[in-house]
């Protein structure tokens, strides 16, 4: 007789949303976590009167109870939306390029292909077509991944069947000429950590469908109110958790899960285990290296790991008028050149692309009154981290957050003189704070070709499943909520 029907490694996202679901259908769960509070990335911190929101700048696939997204669907499934008070954000976003381009549009179909008609009057008949272009794409795409539409083909879909692998550069390419345009039109690309040189099609195309068609939004209490909801239904539903406990070890027998041992040294028997630990931790770290298949591992050193942020958590004693701050979610950008900017992530020199998001815009009760606080965030890969002694890493960390704020003094400048409370991450301190190689925000890189269009995500390992940004469906809130209760209904199914 197991201890639990289930043990959840790792209270991020996917843990809590399976975690849930399995105690929902009456399982006996067990949930680990290593940290001393639920969500991963989803989590607050506090520093003087702020309560700083560590990662959710702007949630896509909520939709409205008339309209509802799949994210929506989950929570309303999972019981939880009584617990939550969401904030819809009537921006989609700005683009600045200090000096060259200022531009803000709305999340409405109609209203963005407007503004860019005005903005951009000799595209103004590219605009039109492009948005017809990836409407139908998106649509096709329901009809393939979603309602898996068995006479699917080539010849019923041929936008999607075309397109879908196809970068997105080349898509903008065949649409636009101007290249600020591409820029605004492509902006999302940081949401997927790949340039659009190295994005696909798709994966693109249904972001910018999703913010535009659900809306972006947050909540009351930011990411962490989320977390503490599905943590508290968790528990109301019978389910046991242990924080600061961290997984240190899967058992495996005969190819069979047996067994948990905690960082404590406590072991559990139980034959099935969701990870939200991440695929190559789980692998690598907590299973002993006989247990894993060559091909597997071969598979895992086939991908790369992808970026995580460097950001600026920044508490303003004045309300976000006082310095010029009218829009929630601000990019900006140095110039066109989104390859560049990239490739400054995997190095430490000035950041080419930062995004500013400043929550009291949308939520004047985000923080006390007559402050506000924001979120300044570059893409940034650890390995240039990586090499700093430590005693420079201060220094470094420093001298980088101060690159950052000389960007935003191009399009705020007085925001440096109204910092109260300032807080600096970095690759290195999300590898410490979520355990994921890299301090990756999103999992592997989202290349097509590791994507679940063609991988293969049942565990060789029996009782083994997974949940997250490493498991295939993408980082990002909208996939990693879903991934929970998707890897819950392969253990329910296999259970019966
Ligand atoms: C700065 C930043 C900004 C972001 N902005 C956005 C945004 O605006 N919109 C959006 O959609 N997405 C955003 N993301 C991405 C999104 O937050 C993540 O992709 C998503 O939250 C990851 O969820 P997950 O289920 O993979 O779990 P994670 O959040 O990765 O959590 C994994 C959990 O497992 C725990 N764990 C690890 N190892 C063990 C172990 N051995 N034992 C027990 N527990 C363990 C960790 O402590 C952690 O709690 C952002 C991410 C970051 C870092």
């Not at 008609?117 to 077509?129: T, V």
């Not at 936008?159 to 065949?174: G, M, R």
């Not at 006989?290 to 970026?307: C, D, I, K, M, Q």
Request: hydrophobic share 35%.
């Amino acid at each position: 007789m197991s201890d639990y029907d289930v043990v959840v490694i790792g209270a991020g996202n996917g843990g809590l949303t399976s975690a849930l679901t399995l105690a929902k259908n009456g399982l006996k769960v067990l949930l680990l976590e290593k940290h001393n509070i639920p969500g991963g990335c989803a989590t607050s911190f506090i520093r003087g009167r702020f309560e700083f929101e560590v990662a959710l700048h702007q949630l896509s696939g909520l939709g409205t109870k008339e309209f509802p997204g799949p994210v929506r669907s989950t929570l309303e499934e999972l019981g939880v939306m009584d617990k939550l008070d969401f904030v819809k954000m009537d921006n989609l976003y700005r683009v600045v390029m200090p000096g060259s381009l200022d531009i803000n549009l709305q999340a409405d179909r109609n209203k963005v292909t407007a503004v860019l008609k005005e903005q951009f009057p000799r595209e103004a008949q590219n605009i039109d077509q492009f948005f017809d272009f990836l409407y139908e794409h998106v649509t096709q795409w329901i009809n393939v991944k979603i309602f898996h539409d068995p006479e699917a083909s080539k010849d019923k879909y041929p936008n999607y069947f075309k397109h879908a692998l196809k970068s997105t550069q080349e898509i903008l390419d065949k649409f636009f000429q101007d290249p600020q345009l591409q820029t605004v039109i492509s902006i999302y690309w940081s949401y997927m950590g790949l340039p659009p040189s190295k994005l696909h099609f798709g994966q693109f195309a249904v972001t910018l469908w999703a913010y535009i068609e659900f809306k972006p939004w947050h909540l009351k209490g930011g990411s962490q109110a989320l977390s503490n909801a599905l943590l508290d239904s968790f528990l109301e539903n019978g389910g046991d958790v242990r924080f600061n406990c961290g997984a240190k070890k899967i058992n495996i027998s005969h190819g069979s899960i047996t067994g948990v041992i905690t960082e404590k040294g406590d072991e559990i028997s139980v034959q099935r285990v969701v990870s939200n630990a991440g695929t190559l931790k789980t692998y690598v770290d907590l299973i002993d290296p006989e247990h894993v298949p060559e091909s597997l591992l071969n598979e895992l050193g086939a991908r790369s790991v992808g970026p995580s942020f460097v950001t600026l958590f920044i508490g303003f004693d004045c309300e976000p008028e006082k310095l010029g701050i009218y829009h929630a979610t601000n990019f900006i950008v140095s110039d066109t050149d989104a390859d560049r900017a990239y490739r400054t992530a995997k190095t430490i020199n000035k950041p080419e692309y930062s995004l500013f998001t400043c929550y009291d815009v949308d939520d004047p009760q985000f923080s006390p009154e007559g402050t506000c606080q924001a979120s300044m965030v570059a893409l940034s890969y650890a390995e240039p981290w990586l090499t700093i002694p430590p005693m420079q890493y201060f220094e470094t960390k420093n001298e980088y957050a101060n690159k950052m704020l000389d960007l935003l003094g191009k399009v705020f400048p007085d925001a440096r003189d109204h910092i109260e409370e300032i807080e600096v991450a970095t690759p290195i301190t999300h590898m410490r704070y979520l355990g994921h190689p890299g301090g990756a925000a999103y999992g592997f890189d989202q290349y097509a070709k590791d994507s679940d269009l063609f991988m293969n995500r049942r565990s060789p390992i029996k009782g083994l499943f997974h949940a997250g940004a490493w498991s295939g469906s993408g980082g990002g809130f909208q996939p990693t909520l879903t991934s929970g209760p998707s890897a819950a209904r392969q253990i329910l199914k296999s259970m019966k």
